[in-house]
Antibody, heavy 120, light 109 residues
Framework: EVQLVQSGAEAKKPGESLKISCKASGYTFTDHWIAWVRQMPGKGLEWMGI????????RYTPSFQGRVTISVDKSINTAYLQWTNLRASDTAFYYC?????????????WGQGTLVTVSS | SSELTQDPAVSVALGQTVRITCQGG??????ASWYQQKPGQAPVLVFHGKNNRPSGIPDRFSGSSSGNTASLTITGAQAEDEADYYC????????????FGGGTRVTVL
């Protein structure tokens, strides 16, 4: 059974750093791209970026380039999303998700989401 | 264009049929995938590709595509189908990145 288990909710202050995680199981981690998706309160889904665990090739949607870093540790089947300078506007749910092997960027499995709250 | 456009909201009477549409230039090249999201839950894939319904998804969910428009149809809508629905497609052949539509809230009356 494919599972993506994300780290727990975080409460941070503006300017702080944060790294959240997504542990994959039930499939060959290095065979599928992992995406990160943001959902701000009451809003829709937004692609942030994607990484291929096989070679750590990471790509970012332009609006998130330079704001976050996506990485993996394939020795423990885990993907990460990190910030170095959080803003209040980063308050959102963040989902990791597995991309299937089609050509259409279909996401077939999702993590449960991590709520990040940034407030002074 | 890398944008996908969805109607913000639709309503359907219990047991009737509703079609949710998604428009965008990328849909001329790539199939859409569709996700259902209920309050407080992660999204769930309900349809993708030319004609693919994941295991466990009821066959009342179906998809189609023509030109720059993809559609998700719920035939015989049930109360449990009330949710937000998002379309997604690949942006371009150079990138594995995708783009989501703004979402459609489906209300079952």
């Amino acid at each position: 059974e494919v599972q993506l288990v994300q780290s727990g909710a975080e409460a941070k202050k503006p300017g702080e750093s944060l790294k959240i995680s997504c542990k994959a199981s039930g499939y060959t981690f290095t065979d599928h791209w992992i995406a990160w998706v943001r959902q701000m309160p009451g809003k829709g889904l937004e692609w942030m970026g994607i990484i291929y665990p096989g070679d750590s090739d990471a790509r970012y949607t332009p609006s998130f380039q330079g704001r976050v870093t996506i990485s993996v540790d394939k020795s423990i089947n885990t993907a990460y999303l990190q910030w170095t300078n959080l803003r209040a506007s980063d308050t959102a749910f963040y989902y990791c998700a597995r991309q299937d092997r089609s050509h259409d960027s279909t996401i077939d499995f999702w993590g449960q989401g991590t709520l990040v709250t940034v407030s002074s | 264009s890398s944008e996908l456009t969805q109607d913000p909201a639709v309503s359907v009477a219990l047991g009737q049929t509703v079609r949710i549409t998604c428009q965008g230039g990328s849909l001329r090249t790539y199939y859409a995938s569709w996700y259902q999201q209920k309050p407080g839950q992660a999204p769930v894939l309900v349809f993708h590709g030319k004609n693919n319904r994941p295991s466990g998804i009821p066959d009342r969910f179906s998809g189609s595509s023509s030109g720059n428009t993809a559609s998700l149809t719920i035939t015989g809508a049930q109360a449990e189908d009330e949710a937000d629905y998002y379309c997604n497609s690949r942006v371009n052949r150079l990138s594995h990145l995708g783009v989501f539509g703004g979402g459609t809230r489906v209300t079952v009356l």
